[in-house]
């Protein structure tokens, strides 16, 4: 019994010299996240932005930062903290690769900062959020993937075919023939500014609809 008391003393027995680093940590990590939290809302180029997905990167910056200041502070707790984190199992499916890469990020971020590597995480969170901005504008300057859909009947397959090898980069992935008429999935590369043409399929006679959906993937040309 006396032995659990002075555990419990140490424990929660805090000095200002553990409570301001404590507090210092905190708070850096907090800005620190939330730059990674910016970097992420500006170069986002998915298809459906998750704010709940953007704010966990934050959460988990925070999270490691104390997690790596209270093991490296305390033998005992560190070894707890291993044994606990040693069962939890994360069953979030991550469906873009980038996404892995933010989350790694937050947490190198936070192991940094708990270990008292504040410059180096400073200047490191700078340095790949310029490299960040930079890949995204050079991506977005560059024609990007999308996937045309098609609902035509018979007689206008001949007129389709011809404004389709018209289209740069453009390849059919799929052919839907029906009694109600045709379905065709075209995989393409323009510019988001370049989609205008979508238009030019309606006036087609025989045409139904035209589609133009944001393609996930790259096209390999």
């Known amino acids: 019994m006396e032995n659990f008391l002075n555990s419990l003393k140490e424990v929660f027995n805090f000095s200002t010299n553990q409570v301001v680093p404590l507090i210092a940590t905190v708070v850096l990590a907090f800005f620190v996240g939330l730059f990674v939290y910016l970097i992420y809302r500006l170069t986002f180029s998915g298809v459906i932005y998750s704010k709940t997905f953007n704010m966990s990167l934050v959460m988990l910056t925070l999270v490691t930062a104390m997690v790596i200041l209270f093991m490296s502070n305390n033998v005992k707790l560190s070894l707890g903290m291993v044994g606990a984190l040693s069962i939890v199992r994360f069953r979030t499916a991550i469906k873009d690769p980038i996404d892995t890469v ?120």
């Open 102 to 221: 933010f989350m790694f990020w937050a947490i190198g971020e936070g192991i940094a900062l708990g270990a008292g590597f504040i410059l180096a995480a400073i200047v490191g969170a700078f340095m790949i959020g310029i490299f960040m901005l930079i890949l995204a504008s050079s991506k977005k300057k560059a024609s990007l993937p999308y996937l045309l859909i098609l609902h035509y009947e018979e007689r206008a397959s001949k007129q389709i075919k011809s404004m389709v090898a018209q289209i740069p980069y453009a390849r059919i992935k799929s052919k839907t023939v029906q009694r109600e008429g045709i379905e065709l999935a075209v995989e393409l590369r323009v510019r988001s500014s370049e989609t205008g043409f979508v238009d030019k399929f309606l006036r087609v006679d025989g045409v139904y609809d035209a589609t133009l959906i944001a393609h996930q993937g790259d096209m390999i040309s």
